[in-house]
């Protein structure tokens, strides 16, 4: 593993709630990533940094907004949490060099 | 937009069989194709990659082949072992790129 924690592990929050979820990285790699996985959709990409406050959107990025002001931490905020927000969330880290990504072990998130 | 397209869904292998998962891609600037692994309630992990300046990459008993002309890329387990049982995905990345475009995942089980 390439040192990379999610926080929480698991949350259940309401419809409409903001949430936040924590990726860090120990490794000081440069681009990091968000994914949500859900069956039969594979990994999914909702937002990537490329450097500290450099970031942009994936393919899934409605209802979700990212932070990275250190190199070590990529913040995912849903601001307003729905049903359709209920999935499996990863952060990951790439290697420049080998362009290896280094997956974090998850976040699972139920919004009721 | 871009797609990886990965077959099929599940598959069950009896223990010492050859275990086959294939992808087709439609970009033809992706220049790395990772496959990762991922066992449950884990995040996935890089199993094997090739560039496409290759046509096959051996490592153990995993094996990327790989068909340029045809964009299809395909990951062989050779001997598979009950171990073995996890989702697997293939991706690609295109050259200078941030983003890895993942398949939708195929859950191998091998019988004992």
């Known amino acids: 593993d390439a040192g990379i924690t999610q926080s929480p592990r698991h949350k259940v929050t309401e419809t409409g709630t903001p949430v936040t979820l924590r990726c860090h990285q120990t490794e000081n790699h440069r681009y990091m990533y968000w994914y ?30 990212v932070s990275r002001s250190k190199t070590e ?3 995912l905020t849903l601001e307003s949490a ?18 290896t990504q280094y997956f974090g072990p998850g976040t699972r998130l139920t919004v009721l | ?20 998962i294939n992808c087709a891609y439609e970009n033809t600037a992706f220049d ?25 990459k051996k ?22 072992q009950p171990g073995d049982s996890a989702t697997y995905f293939c991706a690609a990345r295109n050259t200078g790129g941030f983003k890895t475009i993942f398949g939708a995942g195929t859950r191998l089980f091998v019988k004992a």
């Open chain 2, 32 to 56: 790395y194709f990772p496959w990762y692994q991922q066992f449950p309630g884990k995040g996935p992990a890089l199993l094997i990659a090739i560039r496409p300046d290759v046509s096959e």
């Open chain 2, 59 to 80: 490592e153990g008993r995993f094996t990327i082949s790989f068909n340029k002309s045809a964009k299809q890329f395909s990951l062989h387990i050779m001997d598979s």
């Open chain 1, 73 to 75: 931490d990529f913040l």
């Open chain 1, 36 to 65: 949500r996985q859900d069956p039969g959709h594979g990994l999914r990409l909702i937002h990537y940094s490329y450097g500290v406050k450099d970031t942009d959107k994936g393919e899934v990025s409605d209802g979700y907004s």
């Open chain 2, 1 to 20: 937009q871009q797609q990886v397209k990965q077959s099929p869904q599940s598959l069950i292998v009896q223990k010492g069989g050859i275990s086959i």
């Open chain 1, 82 to 99: 729905t049903s359709s927000q209920t999935s499996v969330y990863f952060c990951a880290s790439r290697e420049p060099s080998t362009d």
